[in-house]
């Protein structure tokens, strides 16, 4: 059976008989090192593993205190438990090497019992915080990764639910990728403006970006007839193409009521599939909202979804030019779209034109 490796005590003290009596009385239970100066107990400590110090607190040029405050000051050190071997046995000393960081004091001249039995002692508890740490550092990093698989099923979600949406009309290809890449880009580009600022965060951008594809979803429950009709809707099969924002919203209000508390993603998907055919002047569907009303993120995917349609070959008509689709939201703006979005928007005109470029159908 292979032997626990023993620990290490470093013992500091400027004065030969203080290092010859404690490494005589630990010697044969524990790896001894020694140091006549606080400098080389610094360098010693660098150099290799020390699991306690017994520290003198007179020493010439720096003090035991200054070897403390620095060992503390230093994140790989600090958990290094420091005992302090002094002939000062005032109370304000003990207070100040207290808090300076120091785990116990040990008076000089040093009993023999008392220092084997503190050094035992926080050792003892140095290895019951050490486990714990390696603990919290397991159980960490078992938290990151099934945070990691549930963003990964999360993904994968979404984009099945998306593709069944984009599968009853084929023509649509790649517009799902492209309208989340416009959201995404268009949301960082005004998340220091003062009108958005407090509410679009790193989490709700990213929010946004993930929920996005599903502003289509409801369509899974129109008529096929109407869906592919290869043609101008008439205005009662228009009324029918219209409910897909309500089925959306409602498959997805249903899934976020089944968890049965309330979920930053599906508020975002929620508010996405209901709200992103709504205008700036309340002419759009399906509740008429109006300005800031239409929440933020179906504001963005309005023009997202807008221009993409604008772009894109349908079954119904052409695709138009990047230049033909910036005149049309031009005119959007301040009836169909939020105008600071739109401001925003031609700023980045020529950003959103690549996304289309790169993930073209």
Known sequence: MESKAKSSVLIVDDAPENLQLLNGL????????????GQKALEIVEKTPVDIILLDVVMPGMDGYEVCRRLKADKRYRDIPVIFLTAKDSSQDEQYGFDLGASDYIAKPVSPPVVLARVRTHLQVKASQDFLKDQNAYLEAEVRKRMQQVSEVQDVTIS??????????EETGYHIRRT??????????????PRFRDELTPEKIDAFF?????HDVGKVGIADSILLKPGRLTPEEFEVMKQHAYLGYRALDMAEKEIGAEDSFLTAAKDIAYYHHEKWDGSGYPTGKQG???PLSARLMAIADVYDALISKRVYKDAMSHDQALDIIREGRGTHFDPDLIDAFFEIEDQFAEIAEKYKD
Do not use: G
Not at 26 to 37: G, P, S, T
């Open 26 to 37: 630990l010697k044969d239970i524990y790896q001894v090192k020694a140091a006549n100066h």
């Open 292 to 294: 800031e009303e239409i």
């Open 160 to 169: 099945a639910l998306a593709s069944l949406a984009e599968t009853r009309d």
């Open 180 to 193: 989340q890449w416009y959201v995404k880009l268009l949301a960082e580009k005004v998340q220091d403006h």
């Open 210 to 214: 993930k929920s996005a594809p599903l």
